[in-house]
């Protein structure tokens, strides 16, 4: 029996997401042009740069490394599904508060990388803390301040 391909489902932000894009689409191309999730952002295409991290059942992960067919099944949650209704993630407010952003290019993919480390290790090192930016690259040199927005979000545990 022959027939069209299943039209995939992803589950994005707590919410069953259909893709119209083909099988082999990467994960940020779904995201952007398919759902309008446009935080995550297009920087290398390679892993490289950690721009368009989202969070894959709880990870950072590229999202132009994962193929949609790859990321079926599993929880996806980029930056627009962080913060509820009008109340920002504690880490999206931290990065507001420290002006840890300046052209933001960068941002999303970090305060991604920030939320999976605080959910794993509440009160992280200054070495914890830059181990988890370090696939992060910013061409603003922002580096400084979003250490200092992680540490201030991790002081929202006290
Ligand atoms: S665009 Fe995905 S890591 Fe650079
Ligand atoms: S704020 Fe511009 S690339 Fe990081």
């Known amino acids: 029996m022959t027939g069209a391909a299943a039209t ?3 589950d994005v932000n707590h919410r069953p997401q259909e893709i119209a894009s083909p099988s082999g689409t990467s994960l940020l191309t779904a995201l952007r042009e ?4 446009i935080g995550a952002r297009f920087g290398c295409g390679h892993g490289m ?3 368009c991290v989202v969070l894959v059942d709880g990870h950072p992960v590229p999202a132009c490394t994962l193929s949609i067919d790859d990321a079926a099944g599993r929880s996806i949650v980029t930056i627009e599904g962080l913060a509820v209704g009008d109340t ?3 880490v ?3 990065f507001l508060e420290e002006g840890a952003w300046q052209c933001g290019y960068c941002t999303s993919g970090m305060i991604m990388a920030a939320v999976a480390l605080l959910e794993a290790t509440p009160f992280p090192s200054e070495e914890q ?3 988890a930016l370090a696939p992060h ?3 603003c040199g922002i580096y400084t301040r979003a250490i200092r927005a992680v540490q201030r979000a991790s002081r929202c545990h006290d």
């Open 8 to 10: 995939p489902t992803l």
């Open 129 to 131: 803390i830059r181990h």
């Open 137 to 139: 690259l910013c061409r």
């Open 92 to 94: 999206q407010r931290a």
């Open 88 to 90: 920002l993630h504690p």
């Open 34 to 37: 398919d759902l309008g999730l």
């Open 49 to 51: 740069c950690g721009a």
